[in-house]
Structure formats: C-alpha cells, structure tokens
C-alpha cells in the first residue's frame, strides 16, 4: 500500500497567499521528498529532509519533518499563479533497498 | 543530456494486444522504476530494479513484465492488455540511496485500452 498520504487533496488559494500543505507517512524512513507535478507532465524534485532533519527551506519552499508523529509538511510562501500544480511526498523507508513510495498528491490551485 | 525519455508518448491498443514501453536514461544511474498513475491514486509502483539484470515488484506488478538487460534501460512489457492497464506510464530514475538522491523521471506514457 502507499506510504504517503497528503493532506489536503486539493487547496484553492489567492496569489500572494502561503500554501501548506502535509503528508503522514507509515514506517520509519531514511528521507522524505516533495515533488511537484505539472497538469500532464512527469514529476520534478522539490526538496529532500533527511530522517535527522527537523526543517529545510529552498527559496519559497519550507519543509518540515516530525518523524515522532511520522509528518511532514510543505510550505510555499507567496504563492504564484505558475505553482499551480501537483504536490507529492515520496519516502526512502529504512529497510534497505525500498524504491521510493508516493503518497496520492495535494492539488494546488493558485489563483491571480 | 537527455536524462529520462520514455518512448511512446501516446499509445491506444485493442484488448489482448501487448506492447513494450521503453524507458531510457543517460545520467549512468543505478535505479530505475515504472509507475502508473491513476485519478485519484497517486503514483503506484509497478517494478523496479536496483541495476542492471536486477528487476523486482512492486505494488501493482500482475499483468506486466520488465526487463533491465543493459543499465541505461528499462522495459515494461504488457503481454496482453486489458482495459484495466489504461493508465498513464512514469519511468524514474535516481544514483543510488546513499544518504538519499533524488528521482528523476520520464514525461510519461499515456496508454489507452480500449
């Protein structure tokens, strides 16, 4: 079953306004990563927390991980109309050789 | 520098037919992965393969098969396909785990069974 599960599923905000938006997650994990997807693209990188991480920014972005309550959360400040998009968690699990697990997406609607 | 390319882009096939999905990277990397994503359903893993030769299941693997013969491949096959199978196709690859990397992926195969 999948790892992730993202919260909202889908979040309606006006530009200039942050958007938060989280993931929970299963098992104990090496590293958690945020990817966004474009309207009919492939994924692309965001961001990657570490499991001895606590915080992590990357320009607007700000991700947070609470591996004792196996969370985490991304922050987008000032959101744009072109963030408009997909947002998905994907975890690296400590097990070993586990192929990186996605939860179902956060759909973001920025509107100008 | 290319990095993923999935080939096809657009597939339609009646049910029954079979097809191979190619999924090709030049960043050398040793993982790769086919997902399928569904409305509502995120990403599902279908297989997987830690290098070359190596292939392995993942969430969804009935009704497909893959073959990693040289490291910069990867093939997922649909021996005879079924309406369920209509879905959209992502290739990724990433270096390794070590103290994690991040995952690189194809633009995607939109396969319809019809």
């Known amino acids: 079953s999948q790892q992730g599960e993202e919260d909202p599923q889908a979040l309606s905000i006006q530009e200039g306004e942050n958007a938060t938006m989280n993931c929970s997650y299963k098992t104990s994990i090496n590293n958690l990563q945020w990817y966004r997807q474009n309207s009919g693209r492939g994924l692309v990188h965001l961001i990657l927390?570490?499991?001895?991480?606590r915080e992590k920014h990357s320009g607007r972005l700000r991700v947070t991980l609470d591996t004792s309550k196996k969370s985490s959360s991304l922050l987008i400040t000032a959101s744009r109309a072109a963030d408009t998009a997909s947002y998905f968690c994907a975890t690296d699990e400590q097990s070993g050789n586990t192929p990186l697990v996605f939860g179902k997406g956060t759909r973001l609607s920025v509107i100008a | 520098n290319a990095g993923v390319t999935q080939t096809p882009k657009f597939r339609v096939l009646k049910t029954g037919q079979s097809m191979t999905l190619l999924c090709a990277q030049d960043?050398?990397?040793?993982?790769m992965y086919w997902y399928r994503q569904d409305p509502g359903m995120g990403l599902r893993l279908i297989h997987y393969s830690v290098g070359e030769g190596t292939t392995a299941k993942g969430e969804v693997p009935d009704g497909y098969n893959v073959s990693r013969l040289k490291k910069q491949n990867f093939l997922l096959g649909l021996e005879s396909a079924a309406p369920s199978q209509t879905s959209v196709y992502f290739c990724?690859?990433?270096?390794?785990?070590?103290?994690?990397?991040?995952?690189?992926f194809g633009q995607g195969t939109r396969l319809t069974v019809v």
């Open positions: 960043m050398n990397h040793e993982y």
């Open positions: 990724a690859s990433r270096r390794n785990l070590d103290r994690g990397t991040e995952a690189f």
């Open positions: 927390i570490r499991s001895n991480e």
